[in-house]
């Protein structure tokens, strides 16, 4: 089997090592650029991952970018390759790797990190709750009932991320609204505004 040119490796502390191989303009063979991603920074760069699907599949296309701990992923519409950086100490190293190729190495990252999201403390009510959030209102009319139900798909995905870190965070007002039984509209309605919030954000429709 032929080595990946972009490859993700999940840790068993819940983050993951990066690898990228490249060939330097100045130099001869194929160089390297590798670095762990912390828990933390894995959810990152899943986020910026799942950001960038949903924006590509409607045509909503805007330059971006995600920083880790010295690593830079940068996306360029007008480009079709992501341009990553990796900076550690005085050594600086530069590369970039096809969309479609970090889209396809990403998605099993995203399916570990939904799986971690859904097993944490309030993953299950989380899900519950996003589940009974309905679509914007000109989602389907304006995309057609399949797209729409993609569209919503991915939004609940990345709000369950998005929710999870947040409920689990000491302190959380949401965390506190989700374990009350009398906060529970509360919870309903943060878990709705989210998705509306990234509903006007990342596809091509009003909320």
Same mark, same amino acid.
């Given at each position: 089997?032929?080595a990946?040119?972009?490859?993700?490796?999940?840790?068993?502390?819940?983050? $993951?090592? +990066?690898? /990228?191989?490249?060939?330097?303009?100045?130099?001869?063979?194929?160089?390297?650029? @590798?670095?762990?991603?912390?828990?933390?920074? +894995?959810?990152?760069?899943? /986020?910026? =991952? #799942? $950001?960038? @699907?949903l924006r590509?599949?409607?045509?909503?296309?805007? =330059? %971006?970018?995600?920083?880790? #701990?010295?690593?830079?992923?940068?996306?360029?519409?007008?480009?079709?390759n992501?341009?990553?950086?990796?900076q550690?100490?005085?050594?600086?190293? &530069? =590369?970039?790797?096809?969309?479609?190729?970090?889209?396809?190495? !990403?998605?099993?990252? &995203?399916?570990?990190?939904? $799986?971690?999201a859904?097993? %944490?403390?309030?993953?299950?009510?989380?899900?519950?709750?996003?589940?009974?959030?309905?679509?914007?209102?000109? +989602?389907?009319?304006l995309?057609?009932?399949? #797209?729409?139900?993609?569209? !919503?798909?991915?939004?609940? #995905?990345?709000?369950?991320?998005?929710l =999870?870190?947040?409920?689990?965070?000491? *302190? %959380?007002?949401?965390?506190?609204?989700?374990? *009350?039984?009398?906060?529970?509209?509360?919870?309903?309605? $943060?878990?709705?505004?989210?998705?509306?919030?990234l509903?006007?954000? +990342?596809?091509?429709?009003?909320?």
């Amino acid at each position: 089997m032929p080595a990946k040119i972009f490859s993700m490796e999940a840790r068993q502390d819940g983050g $993951a090592r +990066l690898a /990228l191989n490249y060939k330097h303009a100045g130099r001869s063979g194929i160089q390297r650029l @590798s670095c762990d991603l912390p828990q933390a920074g +894995l959810l990152q760069l899943v /986020l910026f =991952a #799942e $950001a960038l @699907s949903l924006r590509k599949r409607f045509g909503q296309l805007v =330059a %971006s970018d995600v920083s880790i #701990e010295g690593l830079v992923v940068s996306y360029d519409p007008a480009q079709r390759n992501l341009h990553v950086e990796r900076q550690a100490g005085y050594s600086r190293q &530069t =590369a970039f790797v096809p969309v479609e190729v970090f889209q396809s190495e !990403m998605a099993g990252m &995203t399916d570990i990190c939904i $799986a971690q999201a859904e097993a %944490s403390k309030h993953g299950a009510a989380l899900k519950h709750l996003l589940a009974g959030c309905a679509a914007p209102a000109k +989602l389907e009319e304006l995309l057609g009932q399949d #797209e729409a139900d993609l569209a !919503m798909h991915q939004l609940r #995905e990345i709000a369950l991320l998005l929710l =999870a870190q947040e409920a689990s965070a000491r *302190g %959380s007002a949401l965390g506190r609204q989700l374990r *009350g039984k009398k906060s529970q509209d509360q919870a309903r309605q $943060a878990v709705s505004g989210l998705v509306l919030e990234l509903a006007a954000e +990342l596809v091509p429709v009003s909320a």
